[in-house]
């Protein structure tokens, strides 16, 4: 509810106030996949860690072809030119949805802990300007506010979805590392996508070099403490 009153609240197109919103998200996620993400997939050097990184890279390649479909929106793109008036993009949301259900499953594998709470905090702050550019881009393109609603609404539930099919199928709470190896490169993808994208003027950059810190110190000092 919060995204959809902000989607509200800005410009449809992406300003200075957007770009920050994403790259303070950007900077937390990776973060979160550095500090938690990273050190859980590989710590107890189990006969099979040796093939984790093959699972990161192949999280970092899944969330590529995603994006053939979803556009970008994950970091904060908008190609309303290409998509036409008042017709639902469903290549675009089935890719997003997807995503949402990809990111989450870990949660549902791995079960309460520290690494968890994290991890639900990263795709929280993720998915804020996600929403934000969603709705944006859905009445853009004039589909209807009821719709537009419903379609967040929909987003926000393959959360929920990734969560509990990963606690609730046998096979998927036997892969906790790799669903997470999964995840973690697609945090690395969207994370580095979002900050290294070159933005315009000195100053801008200086703002937006802070909000990487802070974003960074929060992720640290919040990982200690949990």
């Given at each position: 509810?919060?995204?959809?009153?902000?989607?509200?609240?800005?410009?449809?197109?992406?300003?200075?106030?957007?770009?920050?919103?994403?790259?303070?998200?950007?900077?937390?996620?990776?973060?979160?996949?550095?500090?938690?993400?990273?050190?859980?997939?590989?710590?107890?050097?189990?006969?099979?860690?040796?093939?984790?990184?093959?699972?990161?890279?192949?999280?970092?390649?899944?969330q590529?072809?995603?994006?053939?479909?979803?556009?970008?929106?994950?970091?904060?793109?908008?190609?309303?030119?290409?998509?036409?008036?008042?017709?639902m993009?469903?290549?675009?949301?089935?890719?997003?949805?997807?995503?949402a259900?990809?990111?989450?499953?870990?949660?549902?594998?791995?079960?309460?802990?520290?690494?968890?709470?994290?991890?639900?905090?990263?795709?929280?702050?993720?998915s804020?300007?996600?929403?934000?550019?969603?709705?944006?881009?859905?009445?853009?393109?004039?589909?209807?506010?009821?719709?537009?609603?419903?379609?967040?609404?929909?987003?926000?539930?393959?959360?929920?979805?990734?969560?509990?099919?990963?606690?609730?199928?046998?096979?998927?709470?036997?892969?906790?590392?790799?669903?997470?190896?999964?995840?973690?490169?697609?945090?690395?993808?969207?994370?580095?996508?979002?900050?290294?994208?070159?933005?315009?003027?000195?100053?801008?950059?200086?703002i937006?070099?802070?909000?990487?810190?802070?974003?960074?110190?929060?992720?640290?000092?919040?990982?200690?403490?949990?």
């Amino acid at each position: 509810m919060a995204a959809l009153l902000t989607a509200h609240l800005l410009p449809l197109k992406r300003d200075t106030t957007m770009r920050l919103v994403l790259t303070f998200s950007g900077a937390y996620l990776l973060a979160v996949a550095v500090l938690d993400l990273l050190p859980m997939v590989y710590h107890g050097g189990g006969e099979h860690h040796h093939n984790i990184g093959l699972w990161v890279m192949g999280g970092y390649l899944l969330q590529l072809l995603l994006e053939l479909f979803s556009g970008g929106v994950e970091h904060g793109h908008q190609h309303i030119h290409d998509l036409p008036k008042k017709k639902m993009p469903t290549a675009l949301l089935v890719a997003l949805f997807l995503h949402a259900i990809l990111e989450c499953t870990p949660i549902g594998a791995m079960g309460a802990g520290a690494t968890a709470t994290s991890l639900t905090v990263a795709i929280a702050l993720h998915s804020f300007p996600i929403t934000i550019v969603l709705y944006s881009l859905l009445r853009s393109i004039q589909v209807s506010q009821a719709r537009s609603i419903a379609l967040i609404v929909l987003f926000g539930g393959m959360h929920v979805l990734g969560v509990v099919l990963a606690g609730s199928l046998g096979f998927l709470r036997g892969a906790e590392h790799e669903l997470t190896a999964i995840t973690l490169g697609v945090f690395l993808h969207v994370s580095t996508t979002i900050l290294f994208e070159s933005s315009k003027g000195h100053a801008f950059n200086l703002i937006k070099f802070a909000s990487i810190v802070a974003a960074f110190a929060l992720a640290y000092f919040g990982h200690e403490l949990i």
